[in-house]
């Protein structure tokens, strides 16, 4: 089936705004320029395939698509997502209006969210976190007073007890209060204030790789793709060290772990300048992209929603600090830290401002 007047989409070619036109079994007929350009497919491509089934929302999109025909009347999708092979789905916003058009009687509009659905994120992100950083501040100190007078007082007991095997239990009272001094210490930590300079990011990046290579000596390689032009930031160097370092130990132990079969794999380092772009609710004219790719397993779906929060883990027997203190110490420096995963690539972005 055609559309019956082609031409009379003609004005539609000069638009900015990716707009296709569909007949009433919801085929697409039209696309426009914009539209095969967002979508990354010529019009010969395009025509005659099911409109719903570009998309990963295929059925909900579908009974838009029906209830906007049926009552005559506009409906607007936020979550749309565009499939496309060996890359990450494409998040648009999706409005449906019936038009007078004989075969062709619904015109769809599409606009990229990916921006907007990262700078929601981001906000949210922000205010967990200041929610999160004064919980723990003002839990870890209830928890150090009474943490000191219990391991005073199994010193105090070890020295009274007149049976060696009985000073296993109290070496194992001290022992776990030493523990949990030292995980208290490190939630406190971030509070420090950020010593500034500059920061050459490369060089930061070839001691984390050589720190790397000297934990995980076979079966990971760490690679680089710098950009050579980015500038020095200002910055505090040891937390710039630490955040990227447990980033890419995070990736180096996905790799070695058993959800990736122990086989290793890639890490990939990779630096880019972005120019004007939204951190932490502020226009920046230029930012440093860092970003932590690797081949590994994923991050495990159920905690995606939660994996900067203190003291989660996806890995038996992390303590669940070490992405927690990579957001703060990237906000810190006014920045941000994004993730997208799925089995076979992660990626981690720490966007942090230039100008």
Not at 120 to 137: I, N, S
Not at 183 to 194: C, E, G, I, K
Not at 307 to 312: A, G, I, K, T
Request: glycine content about 8%; charged content about 25%.
């Amino acid at each position: 089936m055609a559309v019956a007047n082609p031409a009379g989409f003609s004005g539609l070619e000069l638009l900015a705004t990716a707009v296709a036109v569909l007949d009433g079994e919801y085929v697409v007929r039209y696309t426009n320029p914009a539209a095969e350009n967002l979508l990354g497919a010529g019009a010969k491509t395009l025509i005659g395939q099911p409109f719903p089934a570009l998309f990963t929302d295929g059925p909900p999109l579908r009974k838009m698509l029906e209830e906007a025909l049926a009552v005559h009347w506009s409906y607007r999708a936020q979550t749309v997502s565009y499939e496309r092979p060996g890359r990450e789905p494409l998040p648009l916003s999706c409005v449906v209006a019936p038009i007078e058009v004989v075969g062709a009687p619904l015109l769809v509009e599409l606009r990229p969210i990916r921006e907007q659905l990262r700078l929601e994120r981001e906000a949210r992100l922000l205010d967990q976190q200041e929610t999160t950083r004064e919980l723990l501040r003002n839990l870890a100190h209830e928890i150090k007073n009474p943490l000191g007078g219990l391991r005073g007082s199994a010193q105090l007991l070890e020295h009274e007890l007149e049976r060696p095997e009985l000073r296993e239990y109290t070496q194992v009272i001290i022992k776990e209060a030493d523990r949990l001094q030292v995980l208290l210490d490190r939630l406190l930590a971030p509070q420090r204030t950020v010593q500034l300079g500059a920061v050459n990011i490369h060089e930061v990046l070839e001691r984390v790789r050589s720190l790397v290579h000297a934990e995980f000596p076979e079966g990971i390689s760490v690679l680089r793709n710098y950009d050579p032009s980015v500038p020095d930031l200002v910055g505090d160097v040891e937390q710039l060290i630490q955040a990227s370092l447990n980033v890419v130990r995070n990736a180096a132990q996905a790799l070695l772990s058993g959800a990736n079969g122990g086989r290793g794999g890639s890490i990939v380092l990779r630096t880019r300048a972005a120019r004007q772009v939204t951190i932490a609710r502020r226009r920046c004219k230029l930012a440093l992209e860092l970003q932590v790719i690797d081949d590994g397993p994923g991050v495990p779906e159920e905690i995606r929603d939660r994996v900067f929060n203190p003291l989660v883990s996806g890995r038996e027997g992390g303590s669940g600090i070490g992405l927690a203190l990579v957001q703060t110490y990237i906000q810190n420096h006014g920045g941000v830290v994004e993730f997208e995963s799925r089995p076979g690539r992660t990626i981690f972005t720490l966007l942090l401002p230039l100008a």
